[in-house]
């Protein structure tokens, strides 16, 4: 389903919208001392990420039903995201996305996609221990990687062992 003339104008408002609201909240983050693990690796073009797009939402959207149809209604008709399922006790939605197409493996509206499609896998990067999926070739780095893996290799410990601290504190 490709974007009309319209919606893709509405999704450029949403878009603006999203992207003020994210980078407030990522400074509020990092003033609140939070840092961010770096982005590593690149795209594979898997699209395993937007074979089912999830949402996790705020208490308000969840229990008022106005809001979450509401909320719904706009993932239906503006960002192309069919409801696949819910996820009560984590206050997830799964959805389907109608620009996805499943034999490319590519997106139809690229260009007009939703702000939490541009924005993966960043947003993960804002974790504390972010979960990528199994297929993508990004990876989260620890800010501080470079100085953490000089100790470790100066610790008396086996190549196992550094290599699952390796892998649990995302140093490389």
Known sequence: MRDNFVRHRVKR???FWFIATRAT????ARLAGHTPFLLGGDCRSCGACCEAPSIRVGWVTWYL?????LFLWW???VNGFLLEEADRGARVFVFRCTHFDRQTRRCDSYASRPGMCRDYPRVLMYQQSPELLPSCGYKPVARDARRLLRVLNEQPLSDAQKEL??????LE
């Open 13 to 15: 408002l949403a878009l």
């Open 165 to 170: 601290l390796k892998r649990n504190l995302f």
């Open 65 to 69: 039903p106005t809001w979450r149809r």
């Open 75 to 77: 993932q239906a008709n």
């Open 25 to 28: 909240d990522r400074a509020l």
